[in-house]
T-cell receptor
């Protein structure tokens, strides 16, 4: 079983749409959770950390369900500039903070 | 805003040659990492480094790989004898601490092509 699993997409949505990405992780010892964004042939960039209570940053809302080992990201009012690959990431298992990446979900926002 | 830098941006080498990829982490950061991403695949952890020694390494990081902090600013990844399957994007990252939830900042990457 993959450590972090994501639907690869692509998700093709019109501007203004709401889109949700899901992710599951296999290691129950994982301590920290993130969503990173990666543009084509660029480095991953932190979008937001994910907390158990859920958290919001503008149009982006992240949720964590530790019992189900499930993470989600909701993007409201999609912009063309949101087109990218969204990477679900965990870390902190075993006391180390190496990042474990999912393969990513590709989002394409069209006019 | 401080950023991680990497050189070169692209490197083409012949199989069996040695390559050194260079990184300058953010200046007050203490933890350094190398990740790689084969084209079309996920980002994979290679190694973490703290206080001049490796703190963790993955199965990928075999005897062909080594890391070094030769001076106060550079952090290098050496591949001794490159193989075709080493072709990938190599990302350096750094973080201020290793606490849970600590953000790792990534450099722009070095694209390595082994022929």
């Amino acid at each position: 079983r993959k450590e972090v699993e994501q639907d690869p997409g692509p998700f093709n949505v019109p501007e203004g749409a709401t889109v949700a990405f899901n992710c599951t992780y296999s290691n129950s010892a994982s301590q920290s959770f993130f969503w990173y964004r990666q543009d084509c042939r660029k480095e991953p960039k932190l979008l937001m950390s994910v907390y158990s209570s859920g958290n919001e940053d503008g149009r982006f809302t992240a949720q964590l369900n530790r019992a189900s080992q499930y993470i989600s990201l909701l993007i409201r009012d999609s912009k063309l500039s949101d087109s990218a690959t969204y990477l679900c990431v965990t870390s902190g298992s075993g006391g180390y903070n190496k990042l474990i990446f999912g393969a990513g979900t590709r989002l394409a926002v069209h006019p | 805003e401080p950023e991680v830098t990497q050189t070169p941006s692209h490197q083409v080498t012949q199989m069996g040659q040695e390559v050194i990829l260079r990184c300058v982490p953010i200046s007050n950061h203490l933890y350094f990492y190398w990740y790689r991403q084969i084209l079309g695949q996920k980002v994979e952890f290679l190694v973490s480094f703290y206080n001049n020694e490796i703190s963790e390494k993955s199965e990928i990081f075999d005897d062909q790989f080594s890391v070094e902090r030769p001076d106060g600013s550079n952090f290098t990844l050496k591949i001794r004898s490159t193989k075709l399957e080493d072709s990938a994007m190599y990302f350096c990252a750094s973080s201020e601490t290793r606490g849970a939830g600590e953000t790792q900042y990534f450099g722009p990457g070095t694209r390595l092509l082994v022929l």
